[in-house]
Each structure stands twice: as C-alpha cells, then as structure tokens.
C-alpha cells in the first residue's frame, strides 16, 4: 500500500534527505566531538562513554519533544526552524568546548560531562527532533503510516550510519575537527534558510538576520583556535619549548606531557621513568656494544634516539600507531630514520607479528598513557608474541602509568609473572608505605627468561629496584591480563 501524500508534503527524495542529513550530522558531531574534547579531558573510556550518552540522550530528547512541537505547529516552518537552530548550535560548538574546555580543565571526568551537557546535547536535541518532524509533514493517511514511519526511519538509520563511516574515514584524516564543525554547521544553516525561503514563512529580514549570525558564530569557532600543532587521527599533538633550557621540546598530546627531546643531546633525557629505561638498557652486554631494540610506541623517539648516542651501530625499530604524529616529530622534533632507526605505522599488535622470532636484544613498551591504555598491548597473549620476538637473554621493559591502590600495575605484574622467568619493577617508594612499596606515576616493569642481574636497573635517582620476590607480593591476587578480560581503563581509574 502506498501512502497518499499529505497536502504540503515533502517530495519523497527531500524528505528521505532531511532525515538522513539531520541523523548524520548528530553521529558527526558526537565523534569529532571526542576530538574536541580531548584536548581538556583526555581520550578515555569514560570521555567516550560520558559522550555517547549525552548525544544519546539528546537524542531521546529530540524525538519526543519533535513530535510533540509536529502535532502543535506548522511542519514546514518548523522544520526550517529546526535546521538553522541546529546548524547556529553546532557552529556553537568549537567556542563552548574551547570555553569550558579552559574553565574546567583538570576538574576530572566530571568536566567531560559538563563540556558535553553545554557543547553537544543541545544540537543533538534539535536534530534529532526533524525526523518526527519530516514524519508529520508526510502522513497523510494513517493507514499507510507503518509504511511513512518505518521508510523515513530507515533513512535516518542510514544517515547516521553515513556520518559515522564518513566521519572516521573521510572528514577526520583529511580536514581539522574545527573546519569539519564549521563546516557542517553552514550546512545546515544554509538548508534551514532555503527551507525557509521555500516555505514563505519568515520574513526577509529574520532571514538575514540568521545568516549574519551564523557567519558570526562561524568567525567566532576560527578564531577560538587550536592547541593543536597537529591534529591526526588519534591526537591533538603539539610541541612547546622548554623555557629552562634552550634546545628542550616537549611533546604534548591531547593534555598530557608524552615526550621530552634535547634536540642538542640525545642523551639527556628529562623524564624519571626514561632514566630508569635507559639504566636497564646500559647493563645489556659489554658496554657501547650495539643491540638489536624494538619500540612500541614512539612519541617523541627519545629512547631510540638515547640508544643510537650511546651504542653506536644499534638497529632500532618502532612501531607507532599514528602516522602524522610521526611526520610531526620529524618536522618539529628533528627525527631523522634510516637504515638504523625504522619506523613502521599500525596498531602494534597487528605490526609485532611481522617482527621476525629471535630478532630483539630488547622491546620497549612505551605506548600506555596516563588515561588511555590500550589494553590489548597488556594482555597475555600480547606478551607471547614479545617473547616469540625476543632472544632468549633479551629484556623486556613496560612503562606502566598508575596511581592509587596500583590495580593496574598489579594485574601488569601479574600477567608478566605468568609468562617470564623473572620480573623486576622500578618506581619511587611511596613516603606512606612504611615497608617502602611503590608510589603512583610512572613505573617501569622489567622481564626476562633468564635471571635479572641485581644491577639490571639501579636504585638511583630516588627510585628503587623491586626484586621477583617483591613484585610477587606486590601482584597479590591479582587476576592476569588477557585478550578476554582486560578491564585496563577501569583498573587505572580505580573502578574495579
């Protein structure tokens, strides 16, 4: 049964269009909404979850309040009311975030909540309210509704789906998040007026008036600006010199310091948790003897850069998830590669099983942030293919970032224990533990199959050197990490 149109009716294709481009433009604020925040509020699974949710909400909210204004007021008019209400709230978008962003930066996940409240529901509300708007406008017998309904329901799905794939395929490797924004908020804007225009509703006058706004809204997201040196698909990088000393660069990305590099001397190396990488490295073989080092995670290549000083003829290799990151450092951090220092970009636990079995004095993981753990480089089955890489008297050395009752760490150790012969740990004491346990921040584990030397990493520079026997104790009951449970971001935050 086809449905008789309704007096004033949307042509089939511009309905299906509306929907579709109102549902998309939702899924494409929520995601580069994360890009947005970040900078404030870090990547994590809570930033994620607190987004999802919001625009989830707003978007419920948006349905029922669509329907409801559908049965009170004009469709036509209201639908153009709503494009360019939503297209004015999404050029909104990038000086709210910049705003609050700035005003709550530091105040934890609760700020991630607030940012998102004021930045993102508003226009998915709106949105989401044009698709029972659209609904209304094309009934126009109640005996076909099933057939009006379930058809303009299906193109919102697709629009939605659309944004998504087009978002993370397309519009955040190609364009800045802040254009993307702008970008689509001119969009809408533009289809409301022309709506607008057809539906002979509003007067000339509003009309520019409108525009006018959305240029100023627009002027207003450009100049907010960017902290961003780069923005690539994973972070919002960028480089700041270090007033103290001249030939410093720290590496920033999202809100967090990453990396420090002397672009003078690589040997100098800022940062406690890399002293104690570079102190385990120094104890392998005969001193200045090269060795053959595999990097997970390459931030700044501080580490790679320290070994190629300090053993001349050292093959390094690093794996590194994000490209353009990668291309900043060489621009702004003078990384030079080449026979001896190899990159390779992709998700380190796809490109180690390349890695040739036995080709590694030594892998370094460094790839695991303060918020952010990719906890598929934690797991069991991770460490196998470590191993399978590693000859058998090479290290194994973890950075591991934690804070609190250490339940990361914990599971870390224990997932370690499991598969090497023996472990160590580095860290400073913590001043309230009267039996000298590990403290928060960075901590660094060490593993291997054969027996560590007591030297392997000294106590110095106001850390300490646990043993296997200690970091036994330390592990406790802890549950090892594998591909199947590996609750890593609730473990560092403290939520398990």
């Not at 899924?27 to 989830?56: D, N, Q, S």
């Not at 919102?156 to 395929?169: K, Q, S």
């Not at 250490?406 to 023996?422: I, K, S, V």
């Not at 400073?428 to 533990?433: A, E, K, L």
Request: proline share 6%; charged share 15%.
């Amino acid at each position: 049964m086809h449905a008789a149109p309704r007096p004033g009716a949307l042509p089939g294709g511009l309905a299906a269009l509306a929907v579709a481009g109102a549902s998309g433009a939702v899924l494409v604020l929520e995601i580069l909404g994360v890009r947005l925040l970040a900078p404030y509020v870090g990547l994590t699974l809570e930033t994620y979850t607190t987004i999802i949710g919001v625009v989830l909400a707003g978007i419920a909210l948006g349905a029922a309040a669509g329907g409801r204004a559908a049965d009170m007021l004009e469709p036509r008019r209201l639908l153009a009311l709503l494009l360019i209400a939503g297209g004015l709230l999404a050029l909104a978008t990038v000086p709210i975030v910049r705003l609050f962003g700035e005003a709550l930066e530091g105040a934890g996940q609760a700020s991630a909540l607030a940012i998102s409240l004021f930045a993102l529901l508003p226009p998915a509300t709106v949105l989401s309210a044009v698709t029972p708007v659209v609904v209304k406008l094309q009934l126009g017998d109640l005996a076909a509704s099933g057939t009006v309904v379930g058809r303009l329901s299906a193109w919102a799905t697709a629009g939605a789906l659309a944004g998504t794939f087009c978002t993370g395929f397309v519009l955040v490797p190609l364009l800045p998040v802040r254009t993307t924004v702008i970008g689509l908020g001119a969009l809408l804007v533009t289809a409301g007026l022309i709506a607008a225009a057809a539906s002979r509703a509003f007067p000339g006058g509003a009309l520019g008036a409108v525009a006018g706004g959305a240029v100023l809204l627009a002027a207003t997201g450009v100049a907010a600006g960017t902290r961003c040196t780069t923005e690539s698909v994973y972070y919002c990088a960028q480089v700041v010199a270090d007033p103290a000393r001249p030939s410093g660069r720290l590496l920033m990305l999202d809100d967090l310091r990453h990396s420090y590099v002397d672009l003078a001397d690589p040997r100098h190396l800022e940062f406690a948790y890399t002293r104690w990488i570079a102190d385990a490295l120094d104890t392998m073989r005969p001193e200045r003897e090269p060795l053959d080092a595999l990097f997970i995670g390459g931030g700044g290549f501080t580490l790679p850069r320290y070994l190629a000083a300090t053993r001349p003829g050292s093959r390094s290799r690093v794996l590194e998830v994000d490209p353009q990151l990668v291309d900043l450092v060489r621009e702004e951090l003078g990384l030079r590669t080449g026979p001896a220092l190899t990159v390779r970009t992709g998700d380190a636990r796809v490109t180690l099983r390349d890695e040739p079995a036995g080709s590694a004095d030594v892998v370094v993981g460094d790839a695991f942030g303060s918020r952010t753990i990719p906890w598929h480089l934690a797991t069991a089955e991770f460490l196998a293919d470590v191993r399978r890489v590693l000859r058998d008297d090479g290290l194994y050395l973890l950075n591991v970032i934690d804070r609190g009752d250490l339940a990361l760490l914990r599971a870390e150790a224990a997932t370690l224990l499991q598969q090497f012969a023996d472990v160590a740990l580095v860290a400073i004491p913590d001043p309230d533990d009267a039996r000298g346990g590990p403290g928060g921040g960075n901590l660094v584990l060490i593993a291997s199959d054969r027996p560590l030397p007591p030297a392997v990493a000294p106590g110095s520079r106001g850390a300490r050197t646990y043993d296997r026997a200690a970091v036994t104790a330390l592990a406790g009951e802890a549950d090892a990490l594998t591909d199947d449970a590996a609750p890593a971001d609730q473990l560092i935050s403290g939520s398990t």
